[in-house]
């Protein structure tokens, strides 16, 4: 079982940078593909970015130029790096874990990690 932890969420004033942390030193991590994931308030979660298991990211549309995912197989853990950050991204980022076997879906959701845009 995976037991995803996010952490390094906090307070930041706009235009900071924030890094966010995620994974669990138990599981096989290398073969998941991880995404962040953020639910602002009173609205949907959404994807943010993600990383396949070969090192292909993505990034929204909205992100793009600003954060950067990356992942550390060694360390079984991927980041969300954020810069220039902005108050309509405040919300609650979940990190999640996903994988494919024969047919079966392996899907994981750390408890997500508060970050707060605001001066």
């Known amino acids: 079982h995976v037991h995803l932890v996010e952490s390094g969420g906090g307070l930041v004033e706009p235009g900071g940078s924030l890094r966010l942390s995620c994974g669990d030193p138990?599981?096989?991590?290398?073969?998941?593909?991880m995404s962040w994931f953020r639910q602002p308030p009173g609205k949907q979660r959404e994807l943010v970015a993600s990383?396949?298991?070969?090192?292909?990211?993505y990034l929204a549309d909205s992100v793009r130029g600003r954060f950067s995912i990356s992942r550390d197989n060694a360390k079984s853990t991927v980041y969300l790096h954020m810069t220039n950050v902005k108050p309509e991204e405040t919300g609650v980022y979940y990190c999640?874990?996903?994988?494919?076997?024969?047919?079966?879906?392996?899907?994981?959701w750390g408890q997500g990690t508060q970050v707060t845009v605001s001066s």
């Open positions: 999640n874990a996903a994988f494919k076997d024969h047919g079966l879906d392996y899907d994981f």
């Open positions: 138990g599981m096989i991590f290398s073969i998941y593909n």
């Open positions: 990383i396949s298991n070969s090192g292909s990211t």
